[in-house]
């Protein structure tokens, strides 16, 4: 089993910026990759980025040239860093780990709100 903490959610105005952390813990040996995803009022989940255990990332083109994902392999923790933040970041962030069996764990989410 793996357990998710994210942290660093909040309030911030448009132009600021903030950093989620997600902290695994558990069965850790086993990570494949791990992402960040959002989920905005009445839309669905979306990639938000992502980054492989050997440090390839993704990025959706919304967040691209903002955010940057980065992972401390060490503490087992994954970081974005959102920069430049936009009404429509406004969303409750999910963590999520895949191991390399093709199993996937989410934490519970952290609120994002920008404020124009």
């Known amino acids: 089993q793996v357990q998710l903490v994210e942290s660093g959610g909040g309030l911030v105005q448009t132009g600021g910026s903030l950093r989620l952390s997600c902290a695994a813990s558990?069965?850790?040996?086993?990570?494949?990759?791990m992402a960040w995803y959002r989920q905005a009022p009445g839309k669905q989940r979306e990639l938000v980025a992502s980054i492989t255990s050997g440090g390839s990332t993704i990025y959706a083109n919304s967040v691209k040239g903002r955010f940057t994902i980065s992972r401390d392999s060490a503490k087992n923790t994954v970081y974005l860093q959102m920069n430049s933040l936009k009404a429509e970041d406004t969303a409750v962030y999910y963590c999520?780990?895949?191991?390399?069996?093709?199993?996937?764990?989410w934490g519970q989410g952290t609120q994002v709100t920008v404020s124009s």
């Open positions: 999520k780990l895949l191991t390399f069996r093709g199993m996937d764990y």
């Open positions: 558990g069965s850790t040996f086993s990570i494949n990759a």
